[in-house]
């Protein structure tokens, strides 16, 4: 076992945890934060997909040992004073998800996206979403969603 | 999946990792952001007693810019090739392998030193560390030890890296005058692993290729160079025909390690019309 110090949507845990333990794993399993998901863990769907001090990460393919020092934020983090995230907001407003699954990590991708591009293009939502799948078919919407956040937060219309 | 247990340590210095190296013998592996070391822990593929995170090193995380090289810290991510602006001016070839690695979240963690010690046959950036004439910069007990590329990768995620050995850098030469490259990647679907890469580096004077360098993922058991295709371009017209001759020229008994299910005659015909699209991209760059 190891103690491990990680900040996660601004509280800080303190854990005695097994090294093999699954960053994922322990949002859910031992800080019982469940709205992120794991969808395939194997690295590939992005549901699990969280913000790693400051740059998109996928929880799954990280130890939490490896984070250890480290600030998370996670889809339970990110609404502002209570107000649902513009992402959140978008989303929900465009019809964005269908069953919803993978669209924490959806949102955490995007968020991750906004930070460094405010307004971005639709390919640029489309790359920047490369790693996330969503079997619902529902990518016209996601990325109109995103774009639509991104000018909400403050780039030009 | 869940990996077997092992236990894990961080070391705050290179020498201190080394010593935990070589305390831990064949039990222990080094971690750095782990893109592809947590999925085989999870699979069980390797079954470590130890992880000696390198991670949060510092020094290895530096781009150091020499008179005529860049030395790349291990730990430089995918990311940061991608967007560094010295490895952009000078070492364009890994910015743009880069942008073929993964995803955005996966570019975030994965490292250049991890893709190159992990040296799986298809991965993109070993072949373009081999394009460059790239040299391995290692520590181990025994000092600093420099390796050539064309030495470092000996099979199927096998390297010339002994277990108490640190891969702390990639030196390679700064792109010269003249110089222009492509990555070209083919794979079978969008999340599909490398079924073929070409990494082109080609200068040119005037009409006339003066060099070239070409190395293929996923060609054989490690990156290879087609040698055959540098020697048939020297001196060759910059014409698309004379492209297409000198890529004709590559060995058609390639055997990559994961064949992916396609046949011999597929993947030799693939390999010719990528490399003469990588090389014709590489003029237009």
Same mark, same amino acid.
């Given at each position: ?157 | ?76 991510? $995918? ?184 046949? $011999? ?21």
């Amino acid at each position: 076992m190891r103690r491990v110090v990680i900040t996660v949507d601004g509280v800080v845990h303190e854990s005695e945890v097994e090294p093999r333990l699954l960053l994922v794993h322990f949002l859910r399993d031992v800080l019982n934060l469940t709205a992120t998901t794991i969808g395939c863990d194997t690295g590939n769907c992005g549901a699990c997909t969280v913000d790693l001090d400051g740059a998109s990460a996928k929880s799954c393919s990280v130890l939490a040992v490896q984070a250890d020092g480290s600030t998370v934020t996670t889809i339970q983090g990110i609404a502002i004073r209570g107000e649902r995230h513009p992402l959140q907001r978008a989303f929900h407003e465009r019809h964005a998800l269908q069953c919803g699954y993978c669209t924490p990590g959806m949102i955490m991708a995007a968020r991750d996206l906004l930070g460094r591009v405010p307004c971005p293009r639709p390919e640029e939502v489309r790359e920047a979403l490369q790693g996330n799948l969503c079997r619902c078919t529902g990518y016209q919407n996601i990325i109109a969603a995103v774009i639509a956040a991104g000018r909400e937060q403050g780039g030009p219309a | 999946m869940i990996p077997a247990p092992f236990d894990y340590t961080r070391p705050t210095t290179v020498e201190d990792a080394v010593t935990a190296l070589r305390a831990g013998g064949a039990g222990a592996k080094v971690i750095a952001g782990g893109q592809s070391l947590v999925r085989m822990l999870q699979r069980r593929l390797v079954r470590p007693t130890l992880l000696v995170d390198v991670g949060c090193l510092s020094r290895m995380r530096e781009v150091v810019e020499e008179p005529d090289h860049l030395v790349i810290g291990a730990t430089t991510t $995918q990311h940061e090739l991608l967007h560094d602006a010295r490895v952009r001016a000078h070492a364009p070839l890994l910015s743009l392998v880069a942008r073929h690695v993964g995803d955005p979240a996966v570019r975030h963690r994965g490292t250049l030193g991890g893709s190159v010690a992990h040296a799986d046959p298809a991965g993109d950036p070993p072949a373009a560390v081999l394009a460059l004439d790239g040299e391995i910069i290692v520590e181990g007990p025994r000092g600093e030890r420099v390796i050539p590329s064309a030495e470092f990768f000996v099979g199927p995620f096998r390297t010339a890296l002994e277990p108490d050995e640190l891969l702390v850098g990639v030196r390679v030469p700064k792109m010269g005058e003249g110089w222009t490259v492509h990555y070209e990647k083919f794979r079978l679907s969008a999340q599909k692993p490398t079924l073929l890469g070409v990494a082109v580096m080609v200068r040119r004077v005037g009409d006339c290729f003066t060099d070239a360098h070409i190395a293929l993922a996923n060609s054989g058991s490690t990156p290879v160079r087609a040698t055959a295709v540098e020697v048939a371009l020297v001196g060759a017209d910059v014409t698309e025909e004379a492209v297409t001759k000198a890529a004709d020229l590559l060995d058609g008994t390639m055997e990559p390690f994961a064949r992916q299910g396609v046949s $011999q005659a597929y993947l030799a015909h693939l390999a010719r019309v990528l490399t003469r699209r990588a090389v014709v991209a590489a003029l237009s760059w």
